[in-house]
């Protein structure tokens, strides 16, 4: 017999009864009956209960044990009496006997208990991340990653994708967020960076001629935690093809996203290909966002029209003056009491916004402060404007067009929630596409880039040569799934003259470009195909598959919102020796 088991915990049935077994696990739970003891045994498959008596020199071994001790047990199976049976369990219509008791590791009293899934502050779970891993639904969410990375993998390779590895240690970019420095010990002054994506390698090496390439990339970033997104580190299904058009990008990447999310969805429905598109500047219109999420029903419009000289003055001041008015439909609202539009307007007054101004039709009666100083009329062919029912409601977002998108995509969110109107158990994609190449960045008082300064500009050097910047539209794209972003993408720029053009529109010169991005530049001096790719995250997909609120969730060892590892204690101070041996003097910060 094996020295620890002859099957793990999720293994035994009903045909096993009678057999000897050996199991080894953790000890989750115990249960005394008197002259019973009950263990359900742990291991990462499953559980077996195990039973023994009080006679049993294995009842004064189990009885002792604190939970989470390692065990393993020797013993007969039997069939478990027709009441005790547990069908929601694997091992139910059995327990073991036991008949020996071997104790491999002793725990210690527990700072956070495993079983069952009682939320515990953040600090101790991951300080103690060892022990929320064995919890039942962080392990099956760890298990699903890497379920769902085989599975993109598998995907990736029929479409006919290869993997590639590009380096860890690379340059520090000028562009994007910040980079994770790391000192040379042989280059004294000198750094490498912590690659924020694989972007610069994977367009290299379509230039060598590699046509479709993938990884599963970490990529390194130093930025702020939010729930969807890991301070420091993450994985992105990275990916680049040559000779695509933008479409070829996505009708190679829709059927592995819908296969992966269908294999994995446990029944939810997934957008079937093709996924819809949505011009960006009709996604921020229609959803006050970049990232819509389809489940919502609610569609957002522009009115200011209908407020052009109107009685209600503040809105036609705003209309006036270049400003913009978006209206929210509230289905069903006017069955609320009037505390929920003005609970509405209370929290976008908490959001920094000046309020969110809004009619309550009741039996087909307008109310409220814009429909009484709109007038009758005008307000009636507001409401036949938008579809209203004689129980709706509508808010109303008002002043410069980004603001009150934004505003509006937030209370479309809010009221879909708040109606419940979203709906449930489905996945729904969709690329937004036509980003804008360029954007007026206020601060600095010029034109830059708005998204990725190394995408195809729509009309190439003709586009750049003629058109306003800000008119000028990229093959730029981005996948979102029920209002999370996957992934931005883009065909890139392969063209010499069309990069330089560009960035000289964003404030940069030749010189500048060729210094801060010598390695693509010079690549591409050297014939380069046109190409494009994109790189979803697989921390969100998991996230989404695994229903969970929260990315850390789905991430092995993550990082608190302070990018501190409290398990390891990361990041921590080296000693002086190490300081010298990469000729570096720790600059204190200053005060105050």
Not at 32 to 60: E, K, M, N, S, Y
Not at 175 to 184: K, T
Not at 439 to 453: G, I, Q, R, T
Request: proline residues 6%; glycine residues 8%; contains cysteine.
């Amino acid at each position: 017999m094996h020295s620890y088991r002859t099957h793990h915990c999720a293994a035994l049935r009903a045909a096993d009864v009678g057999s000897e077994v050996r199991v080894s696990g953790w000890v989750h739970r115990k249960r005394d009956h008197g002259g019973l003891l009950f263990v359900d045994l742990r291991d990462h498959h499953g559980i077996t209960q195990i039973v023994t008596d009080i006679d049993a020199p294995a009842h004064a071994v189990l009885d002792r044990l604190r939970v989470e001790s390692v065990v393993t047990v020797t013993g007969n199976v039997v069939a478990r009496a027709s009441d005790a049976i547990n069908p929601n369990l694997a091992t139910g219509e059995i327990e073991v006997r036991a008949r020996e008791v071997t104790v491999q590791s002793a725990a210690q009293e527990l700072p956070m208990p495993v079983a069952g899934e009682a939320e515990y502050p953040e600090d101790i779970r991951l300080r103690y991340r060892f022990l929320d891993l064995r919890r039942e639904r962080i392990h099956a969410n760890i298990v699903l990653r890497s379920n769902v990375i085989a599975s993109i993998r598998q995907r990736m390779i029929a479409q006919g994708f290869t993997e590639y590895q590009t380096p860890i240690l690379t340059a520090s970019s000028p562009e994007g967020a910040r980079d994770y420095l790391v000192p040379s010990r042989v280059h004294p002054g000198k750094f490498y960076a912590l690659p924020q994506a694989p972007q610069m390698f994977k367009q290299l090496l379509m230039v060598a001629g590699f046509d479709r390439y993938f990884q599963i990339a970490p990529c390194f970033r130093d930025e702020d935690a939010r729930a969807d997104r890991s301070p420091g580190e993450f994985y992105q299904l990275d990916f680049e093809m040559s000779f695509v058009t933008q479409e070829d990008v996505f009708a190679a990447i829709e059927p592995v996203l819908h296969g992966v999310f269908e294999e994995f969805s446990r029944g939810k429905a997934v957008t079937p290909a093709p996924f819809p598109r949505i011009a960006y500047r009709d996604s921020m219109l229609r959803y006050g966002s970049d990232k819509p999420d389809l489940r919502n029903p609610i569609e957002i419009s522009d009115v200011g029209s209908h407020f052009t000289g109107s009685g209600f003055g503040l809105f036609a001041r705003i209309v006036e003056g270049g400003g913009v008015v978006r209206a929210i439909p509230a289905p069903g609202a006017g069955a609320k009491s009037r505390k929920f539009f003005d609970d509405m307007n209370d929290w976008a007054r908490s959001q920094g916004h000046a309020g969110l101004g809004y009619i309550n039709i009741k039996d087909g009666v307008p109310g409220g402060p814009i429909a009484k100083n709109h007038g009758e009329e005008a307000t009636a062919k507001l409401i036949a404007a938008l579809g209203l029912g004689p129980n709706d409601g509508v808010f109303f977002a008002a002043g410069k067009e980004l603001a009150a998108a934004k505003l509006a995509g937030a209370a479309r969110t809010r009221v879909g929630d708040e109606l419940g109107l979203i709906e449930q158990g489905v996945f729904k994609f969709c690329w937004v596409v036509d980003f804008p190449m360029f954007e007026y960045d206020e601060d600095a008082k010029k034109v830059d880039f708005s998204h990725n300064p190394f995408s195809m500009p729509q009309g190439e050097l003709e586009a750049l040569e003629t058109m306003d910047p800000l008119d000028i539209l990229a093959y730029q794209y981005d996948i979102v799934c029920n209002g999370i972003e996957l992934s931005s993408g883009a065909i890139r720029n392969h063209k010499l003259d069309v990069m330089y053009k560009a960035f000289e529109i964003a404030g940069y010169t030749k010189e500048q470009v060729d210094e801060n991005f010598s390695g693509m530049i010079n690549a591409f001096k050297y014939g380069a195909p046109p190409h494009g790719g994109s790189a979803p995250g697989i921390d969100r997909m998991v996230m989404l598959l695994a229903d969970e609120p929260n990315i850390r969730e789905v991430v092995l060892f993550p990082m608190n919102q302070k990018a501190e590892d409290l398990m390891m204690g990361a990041p921590s101070p080296v000693s002086l020796k190490q300081l010298r041996e990469l000729n570096i003097r720790i600059v204190e910060p200053q005060k105050g």
